[in-house]
């Protein structure tokens, strides 16, 4: 069915006037907003909006974080038939100049004093900004800039225009097509300027309700707001399916109160990337390190029988009676109420996204009998490509391609797909969106992957990062550098990898230890060491390492694509890669290149097939100092399997 | 809400002399504080500060001087009549129920204002109910304007000192205070928690138009966020005005910085 977002708030109004819309916890207490409520505020506001000048195909941005009149403020502008762009509310007053100047924004929406401070400190290089409302007061009282009001005055002002203009909004409403833009989101594009996403009411909602069938959501559903509503993700979790399933979206306190406010709602879907996942596992872990010693007895010896037993419950496959009854005791001792601590107890459907998890991360969840999954998904296509079907969630795959999405991939192994999700274009970039969008509906995401043999999707690397081993006994195999990085980093005494192996015979890799994970292991060990440099360099820590890089291989081994990527050799850093020196990206990512070219002669020794090399490199402390590291340091052969041909 | 504008004389300290046995606290000191404004007291330490404070509040009396409070003078100060008559406090080395959790401690802010009988507040009914929750929900509001919503329901002596220093505020602000006494707020902070206390005590006065009378030791922050300052030295005063008259005042310099005799 096709429509747009405010008729479907008028459809929900008219058809559960009482119903809860959205909840935002205020003074200590859930404070509930209906459907009948939100819609007579977003009327309200479309027509102030309107009365403040606000035209059909205008953009407006709004900026904060998930409120319900930020929401509403979404809903009124695309009432009018305006496009919301929602940006980050964490970005530096700068990085809002260019998508406010790009789509020529006059009316904003600022939920506060800071974000309203940014836009007042960036509104000489954006003089055509003229109207910014705010929906928290506090601080701005003494503001007097023109243009600024408070939400409130908005709402007043719509309200005596609607009483003039009986029916306007409504009116508006009819006259939006499901073909029109809806919303514009802005991606960060790591060079150059960011590119505004442009998609349309159909394209989010197609995938929004597609997504819901696929889990068979309801408007039953309880959903916690707490990612930026700039997302993607965050949008098409609280706005997208919100309005498509008619659930309900509760927004927390602060950011500092998720965790008590997740305890409180006990959502029922649920949506987060991996580092929030093992943030809240972490935090588990500690207090239970603390716990007496008992109670941690209990706990391991139920989380070994979650291990083996959970999963395959979860997926469904018949489990021996004495594992069910075990479990169940477990279930009532231990993961009912870990899953209550973490605010998962009704959690139906968890899903995670945006990077690779961990299979013991994704495995943990699963065992306790959370139904998390992994979905593949971007801002071009709208969010939903594929999904994991409830009992077939595994760590290495993203899913199967869900209703109305084709696949196919490229020559060069990149993944295709066309969707009725896909972006409409970039905004006043039709290179960039010739790019990416073929004449004939192919989106390219520039992710390298296939679908294997249960056509589930697997994701290797970027395209742009695989590569070929060239020469030796595995000539022409792929190599997708990240992919074996992952998965050597999903252990927790690695802290960074870097892998070599496009255009070489073999593929070597350069690993960062855990301090804090081998410390531990080490000092368990009677194991004395003073520092990074010496930890690093023990036999005992290698041999570590070593036997985390063979089971790598062994499991690579069983993989048709990459089994020419196993690490026959590997060695341990003298000293932890750091943005400060360059070698990071600031978001943590490894810079291969820079790191090849630093580390030259580390790299010659490693395909050179010496056992020791000796290397000095300059380091920047954190004063902002520089010095020398200088250690001479091993390296070691890792066992590489045979190729296992897989089973279908 | 008020918009901040500085009234008449609301506070008036007269002639204030104090001894401890034979040493002498303060000698002859007097101000005055009018309504709605920021009023520092800065010294060095042992310049009898806090003692100016304790005697405004009722816990020492002076042997000397009179202090006039809306038009009332006293020649001494009874804690709870003080607390009463709406003047709330502070204190330097944080005076809060440490098993207690976040809202008690605030609850325990609205003690005054509490009208039913102990018999039934502890059965919770009727109007000892209604009446919790009225005032549950200005300690709600509190919360709010002090940003600790995550911290509800923790034990005050678990949380960080920054924190703790925000709570025994909101304490005194439960009293719905027109003068508030505010021992060293900043003391022990860092430089962000100091911004941050700087901000609420601006909001305070701002927002609910609360007279402020504070001790500081962090020249900044008093420069940047008072209207007029007091300089006590060895229980005298040596300084009265705005902070730049202060600043440039031969004795205040002196008696901060040392002065070649």
Redesign the interface.
Known sequence: MQTTFPKLLLQHAAERPDAAAMREKEYGIWQTLSWSALAAMVEALACGLHQAGLRRNEHMVVVGANRPRLYATMLAAQSLGAVPIPLYQDAAAAECVFPINNADVRFAFAEDQEQVDKLLEIRERCPQLEHIYFDDPRGLRKYDAIGLASIDELLAAGKAFAALHDGFACAEIAQGQPGDEAAMFFTSGTTGNPKGVVHTHNSLLNRAQAGARFDGLTHAEEVLAYMPPAWIGQNIFSYAQWLACGYVVNCPESAATVNIDLKEIGPTYYFAPPRVFEGLLTSVMIRMEDASAIKRKIFHACMAVAQRVGPARMNGQPVGLVDRLLYRLGDWIVYGPLRNNLGMSRVRVAYTAGEAIGPDLFTFYRSIGVNLKQLYGSTETAVFVCLQPDSEARADTVGVPIEGVEIKVADNGEILVRSPGLLKAYYKDPEATAEVLSADGWYRTSDAGFLDAQGHLKIIDRVKDVGRIAGGANDGAMFAPKYVENKLKFFPFIKEVVAYGDGRDRVCVMVNIDVEAVGNWAERRNLPYAGYTDLAQKPEVYQLIQDCVEKVNADLSRDQLLAGSQVSRFLVLHKELDADDGELTRTNKVRRGFIAEKYQPLVEALYAGKTAQYIETAVKFEDGRSGQVSATLKISDAKTFVPVKAAA | ?T?KKIGDVILDVRNISLSFGGVQALTDISFDVREHEVRAIIGPNGAGKSSMLNCINGVYTPQQGTISFKGQTFSHMDSHQVASMGIARTFQNLALFKGMSVIDNLMTGRNLRIRSNLLLQALRIGPAEREEIRH??FV??I??FL?I??H?KTAVGQLPYGLQKRVDLGRALAMEPQVLLLDEPMAGMNLEEKQDMSRFVL?IN??FGTTVVLIEHDMGVVMDISDRVVVLDYGKKIGDGTPEEVRNNPAVISAYLGTTH
């Open positions: 809400m918009a549950r929900e709600e509001h919360i709010d940003e919503q995550a509800r909001d701002d927002e």
